[in-house]
């Protein structure tokens, strides 16, 4: 034991730097939070930008497009496929990638010459069916399933520790009744629960973060029933009491952070849990709806192409973010479980 | 561990009779059944938000059908009622009719049950057989480079949604290699159930193989193994026989937990492989919002799932001189 006095925190963190995997898992979150924040700055189009001449183009591919000034939202521009270009008087003159023939008034551009309203971007990843960038709807994606992750924990959070707290401090009949409910909703495999509750709620973007909150706060619940049983008769809550502390005042401050290190492990356990329950959701037509990326969805669009035999990017590169996503959080999550309690980092 | 070692007949008799003790005990059963009506209210509540008569025909519809099919579906009726109605068919083995094809519900089960239980008995001995084998060897060779791959492989295999890895084992299997058929149902020949049960078998085979090795390892750091190898025992005996036979009780329960497990990962792999299984037709259902459907294939399910849950916790407990003690 040092003789310097350091918090249990600080300790956690010690440790925590000390496990590898911990560690990457750490750099890769980081870096697709960063890149989900900053979307819109490190992809060339908009997400629901549809290029139909430039569907179901491999990897690495590049294209050709004017960008012409959208009325209706200036901040995105309408993009062209053209084949070339050539500018006579106050109009362009361009083929289109069949070769059509067509003229556009100059001024409708977004630009002042050829360098702002011309260009042919990189489509990293290639395109889908719709001729939308892969590369640009992964990073969205990311955005949805790091949002969905996040929204749901809090949900479940919310629920599993406010009835994991009044079940372990109150305990009789209202534990009962809590235990009734967790055992309830432990009945159904998580993935059927959430599927369950979509149907229920309907599709969309917060029915889908509202079902898988509502399907996973039962673990949460539990660990904190169980601090809360183990460390309510200890000498420093029956302090509280004789202090004349009200029973929400012991609840929340004095043994909810006993229990904050488990929690915080299960809540980046189900934040994996959640990405995965959200893609699977989308993959079978529930959840987040199309135009909105999702990397279910695009994983489902490229299973239509796999059995062709071609185009395996679009279900590889989705499936392949997910993996990561998944990954990271475990790595993580692990050597959390392991900085946050060292005698089970034997498992 | 006990000091008497009865016959292996006897003790399997033993742990039978315990087993069913623990499973039918008044209070528990008591319990079990109440925990039951909790699932059977939540399962009537699955139905399309709003009107599902509307939802179901559209906006178009005009009012005389919508309030035909409501009544026809009994939605006229106040809600606890409705529930009251549900629980009483339930009674009875009435899971109601299906909205698209009109047949009872149980009907479309019941022929749909023997493939999904193929399709999860298979998965579940592959992942028993090879998860066990995998957790034991990790556990022998603990920190060596086979320890490395096989635990850093399960970790994809934990990471991975079912749905993703079947997709990779249709690309690479199926189209690439052309190694097996990557849809259909078994009765087109064997090789059709390949590429399914491996699919479902991996996230319980990753468990099993990690769980498998850390109750190896815990079980090698006490106290009576050293005992045992201080005795003069070979390494071999000591790690097959005192070892690798109390480190399987928590294996034994993750087993039977996971296999309740593997009916929901039915679901989505019985959709990717086009498997004719309870799944598949789940899906189709969710698909027409046939809400008389999901609900009949989602209690069965949530049935099973608490069925062999509480044979799992018994099991445990049969199993584990210490916690039958503490209860």
Do not use: C
């Not at chain 1, 012409?68 to 939202?73: C, D, F, G, K």
């Not at chain 1, 009491?241 to 929690?263: C, E, I, Q």
């Not at chain 2, 085979?205 to 750091?221: K, N, Q």
């Amino acid at each position: 034991m040092s003789t310097r006095r350091e918090t249990p925190t600080q300790l956690a963190w010690k440790r925590l730097r000390k496990n590898t995997g911990a560690m990457v898992g750490i750099v890769i979150l980081l870096l697709m939070v960063l890149g989900a924040v900053a979307a819109p700055l490190i992809t060339p189009f908009s997400p629901t930008t549809q290029i139909l001449e430039y569907a179901v183009q491999p990897a690495g591919f590049r294209g050709s497009v004017l960008y012409r000034t959208n009325p209706s939202n200036p901040g995105a521009p309408s993009v062209i496929a053209v084949q070339d270009f050539a500018v006579r008087g106050d109009s362009v003159y361009y083929t289109d990638p069949a070769g059509e023939p067509y003229r556009l008034a100059l001024t409708s551009l977004a630009g002042r010459d050829s360098t702002e309203w011309h260009a042919r971007p990189l489509f990293l990843l290639g395109t889908d069916r719709f001729g939308r960038d892969m590369f640009t709807r992964l990073v969205y994606g990311m955005r949805v399933s790091l949002t969905v992750g996040l929204i749901s924990q809090g949900i479940a959070l919310l629920i599993g520790i406010v009835l994991g707290s009044i079940a372990g401090y109150f305990r009789g009949w209202i534990d009962d009744v809590v235990m009734w409910l967790v055992n309830v909703v432990w009945s159904f495999p998580t993935l059927l629960l959430v599927v369950a509750f979509s149907v229920i709620l309907g599709k969309g973007y917060w029915q889908t973060f509202v079902a898988i909150g509502i399907s996973s706060w039962v673990d949460i619940a539990r660990i904190v029933r169980g601090q809360f049983f183990a460390i309510r008769e200890q000498e420093y809550i029956e302090a509280t009491r004789a202090l004349g502390y009200g029973s929400l005042r012991t609840m929340f401050r004095h043994m909810l952070p006993n229990a904050a290190g488990p929690v915080v492990v299960l809540a980046t356990a189900g934040f994996a849990t959640a990405i995965i329950a959200e893609s699977s959701l989308s993959f079978i037509g529930l959840g987040v709806q199309p135009p909105d990326p999702s990397w279910g969805q695009m994983i489902k669009d490229g299973y239509g192409y796999i059995a062709l035999g071609t185009n395996w990017g679009m279900t590889l590169f989705p499936s392949a973010a997910m993996a990561t996503a998944v990954i990271a959080l475990n790595l993580f999550g692990d050597g959390l479980r392991d900085a946050l309690d060292p005698k089970t980092s034997q498992r | 561990m006990s000091t008497s070692n009865p016959a292996p007949a006897s003790r399997w008799i033993h742990v039978g009779v315990t087993l069913l003790r623990a499973v039918v005990a008044p209070r528990k059963l008591a319990y079990t059944l109440l925990v039951l009506l909790g699932v059977v209210m939540v399962t009537f509540f699955i139905r399309p938000p709003g009107d599902p008569a509307r939802v179901l025909l559209g906006q178009r519809a005009d009012s005389t059908s919508v309030a035909a099919l409501r009544q026809k579906l009994g939605l006229d009726q106040p809600v606890p009622i409705q529930m009251l109605r549900y629980v009483q068919n339930l009674g009875r083995g009435d899971l109601g009719r299906s909205i698209a094809t009109d047949r009872p519900v149980l009907d479309t089960i019941l022929e749909r049950l023997p493939a999904t239980a193929l399709l999860a008995v298979s998965s579940m001995i592959l992942a028993t057989l090879f998860g066990v084998l995998l957790g034991v060897i990790a556990a022998w060779k603990a920190n060596s480079w086979i320890d490395t791959v096989t635990m850093s492989t399960s970790l994809f295999g934990i990471s991975l949604p079912a749905f993703v890895v079947g997709l990779l084992m249709v690309l690479v299997f199926g189209v690439a290699l052309e190694w097996f058929p990557n849809s259909g149902y078994i009765d087109r020949g064997l090789p059709y159930l390949v590429l399914p049960m491996i699919t479902l078998a991996i996230r319980p085979l990753s468990i099993i193989a990690r769980m498998t090795r850390s109750s190896m390892l815990d079980v090698l750091g006490q106290d009576y193994i050293r005992t045992a190898r201080a005795k003069g025992l070979s390494y071999v005996a000591v790690f097959m026989k005192h070892a690798l036979r109390n480190a399987l009780n928590p294996v034994v329960t993750t087993v039977s937990a996971w296999f309740a497990g593997l009916l929901a990962g039915t679901y989505f792999i019985e959709y990717i492989f086009n498997w004719p299984g309870i799944g598949l037709a789940a899906f189709n259902a969710i698909e027409k919002l046939d809400y008389p459907m999901i609900q009949g294939t989602v209690l069965l399910t949530a049935v099973v799932f608490v069925a062999t849950n509480t044979v799992a916790d018994a099991l445990y407990a049969v199993l584990d001189p210490k916690v039958r003690i503490q209860s």
